[in-house]
């Protein structure tokens, strides 16, 4: 099973549907009138779609709370901030990662650059919160290690670079250059991808 929709509450439709068409999520649908109408939208890269509209939820506009995953969060930070989001960056102080406590909240992402531990927050014209995470390494049995996929060229540019400072230090192991560095990338990029082992 796949979650294919997110039911998120809003107050003025056209309102959102403009807010979230501005952040470059593809529109899929929007069908209905006045009594019963879906929009939704996917996030670029997504599995997942969120869907809005009239005679959808009873719960009141804003009370989401949903999560996105990026692998760079300061990119991700940006490309909202050009969107005309306020969007803010921050890590759990205490090295943890709790991205619930505002009070918990230090500014910027996490100083070791830890997958899992630096957020952003931003909030749609409702107040429903969105939350991101960097992720650039998966936990061991989280993902399918059958299954390599990467979103954006943002995402695939990522992981070429963090491949090519790995394969850089390897290579300073080993004392030589190595003739076979698309192979040695290729399966880095696949065991950062899917949780399990780096090559060293």
């Excluded at 005679?55 to 506009?61: C, D, F, K, R, W």
């Excluded at 107040?127 to 936990?139: A, F, H, K, M």
Aim: aromatic share 8%; hydrophobic share 35%; with cysteine.
């Amino acid at each position: 099973m796949k979650i294919e929709t997110v039911v998120i509450p809003v107050s003025v439709v056209d309102r959102s549907k403009k807010f979230y068409e501005n952040l470059g999520w593809r529109l899929d649908a929007d069908l209905g009138n006045d009594q019963f109408r879906i929009v939704q939208l996917t996030p670029p890269g997504s599995g997942c779609s969120i869907q809005f509209g009239v005679g959808l939820t009873s719960a009141a506009p804003g009370a989401a709370q949903s999560l996105l995953v990026v692998s760079d969060i300061e990119s991700a930070h940006d490309e909202l901030i050009g969107d005309g989001v306020d969007a803010e960056v921050f890590h759990d102080a205490k090295g943890g990662y709790n991205r619930f406590d505002p009070d918990l909240r230090a500014s910027g992402p996490d100083p070791q650059r830890r997958t899992y531990a630096s957020f952003a927050s931003f909030s749609d014209p409702d107040g429903n919160v969105w939350q991101l995470q960097e992720i650039t390494n998966r936990l061991p049995g989280r993902v399918d290690p059958a299954t390599t996929v990467y979103s954006s060229v943002a995402d695939v540019a990522g992981a070429l670079r963090r491949a090519s400072a790995a394969h850089g230090e390897h290579e300073a192991r080993t004392g030589q250059a190595d003739a076979n560095w698309p192979d040695w990338y290729a399966a880095y990029m696949v065991a950062e991808n899917t949780g399990t082992e780096l090559p060293t």
